[in-house]
């Protein structure tokens, strides 16, 4: 490996140990075994490198919820299969629970890491495509405008409100079961059933 990748993968080492604001350009060279030089000559600044750490690391935890595409046995867009879905989600927590830390200090702490904030911002629009696409059974490629604006962010917040829960307290968070019965239910009340 050369300094750029041995940046790269010391970067996500701290990343996962640190976060992104206790992280100093001294942490990633001590960790990656170059020089503070490097990082200005690879990738501009410490900010860029860590924003490239972070993408390679949320990357396998992105293809984990897409294989929620291929294994997924309930029909697209069916009660059953927004619970398998969720059900799928919440399982992959404990091995991405790295992963949601750093994603809420940036939401919490976005005004002091802004080069990282809109990188989190553009990845909210990949992540709602990704999500509508996931539930609703149809290529991403070729999502409707208003299934994305609608469905799309409808998922996100679930996704996004459902992992604040898991990484606060697993013990008393939503399962995909009591998600998908409060769903049923407000289904139920909209058409005058309940």
């Given at each position: 490996m050369g300094h750029r990748e041995d940046l790269l993968e010391g970067a996500k080492r701290c990343l996962l140990e640190k976060g992104f604001a206790r992280t100093t350009a001294r942490d990633i060279v001590k960790e990656s075994g170059t020089n503070l030089g490097s990082i200005g000559y690879h990738y501009g600044s410490k900010d860029a490198l860590l924003a490239q750490a972070y993408i390679a690391l949320i990357e396998p935890v992105a293809d984990d919820f897409?294989?929620?595409r291929?294994?997924?046995s309930a029909d697209k867009g069916s009660l059953e299969r927004f619970q398998e879905v969720w059900g799928h989600l919440i399982r992959s927590v404990p091995e991405?629970?790295?992963i949601w830390m750093m994603t809420l200090e940036v939401i919490t702490q976005g005004e002091r890491l802004a080069g990282?904030?809109?990188l989190l911002i553009?990845?909210?629009k990949q992540g709602r495509s990704g999500l509508a696409a996931l539930f609703t059974g149809i290529e991403e490629s070729a999502l409707p405008d208003d299934v994305l604006e609608s469905e799309g962010r409808f998922y996100t917040t679930l996704l996004n409100g459902l992992m604040v829960q898991w990484l606060f307290d697993p013990?008393?968070?939503t399962t995909a079961e009591q998600l998908t019965e409060g769903l049923?239910?407000?289904m139920e009340r909209?058409?005058?059933?309940?």
């Open positions: 897409e294989s929620s291929i294994e997924g991405a629970r790295p990282i904030r809109e553009e990845a909210q013990d008393s968070a049923r239910r407000v909209a058409r005058g059933e309940a």
